[in-house]
């Protein structure tokens, strides 16, 4: 008697050697896999099951057609994080911020005014960092470096964690009507924090994508 269960789990243990499909990647090639066997033994009584599954399996395809299909469905996820994260990053240049001096004066610039300060070249890394996500449109080996999206990532993560830690102890010590200031003066800075993480996020899902169309070597 024919084992289909048998051999369904060979094709799948197959896949997870010869490719770079997820846990639910597989689960779903499987359920269509055997949704498409039932199909074809439905349309004809006669079909013996290792034909049905034959042909199926042919449907579904190889491994790297496979993953090379995933990718393609990751496409837009990845590409409206970087689009979303170079649009924070382009606004924040034109967007107010406020910069308080050394005798607790504080002076409203926008953007590209606050960055001319020789004190805050220490930035520069950070915004060439921004500039090389734009290499994952044509699978720049930058865009691929996971020390890119980390550094994004943190720097990120740092601006907007400050951002949210000043808000709050301003209103600790200030009062509520501290939080409008540090809502609408400052976000050229807001925007910058949210840049990064966008682009972090996407150039992560970009390499999740690379990954998923790269077969994996059988190890013999």
Not at 13 to 42: C, F, I
Not at 56 to 69: D, I, N, P, T, V
Request: aromatic share 10%; hydrophobic share 50%.
């Amino acid at each position: 008697m024919y084992d289909l269960d048998g051999r369904v789990r060979q094709w799948r243990e197959r896949q997870e050697r010869t490719s770079s499909l997820s846990p639910r990647e597989l689960d779903e090639l499987e359920d269509h896999l055997r949704a498409r066997v039932d199909l074809e033994m439905e349309l004809n009584a006669v079909m013996a099951p290792e034909r049905a599954f034959a042909i199926a399996r042919h449907e579904l395809g190889e491994a790297a057609a496979l993953s090379k299909e995933f990718a393609k469905v990751g496409k837009p996820r990845w590409r409206r994080w970087l689009v979303a994260g170079w649009a924070a990053y382009v606004a924040a240049w034109f967007l107010p911020v406020a910069k308080i001096g050394l005798f607790g004066g504080v002076d409203v610039f926008y953007g590209h005014e606050l960055f001319r300060d020789s004190e805050l070249l220490v930035f520069v890394p950070v915004h060439l960092a921004m500039l090389a996500t734009v290499s994952a449109l044509w699978g720049g080996r930058i865009s691929r470096a996971r020390w890119l999206r980390r550094l994004l990532g943190c720097a990120g993560g740092l601006v907007l964690g400050f951002m949210v830690a000043a808000a709050c102890y301003a209103v600790s010590t200030e009062g509520l009507g501290m939080l409008s200031w540090f809502v609408q003066i400052p976000l050229a800075i807001w925007s910058w924090g949210a840049s990064m993480v966008c682009a972090a996020v996407g150039l992560r899902l970009r390499a999740k994508e690379w990954a998923s169309a790269t077969p994996k070597r059988v190890s013999a």
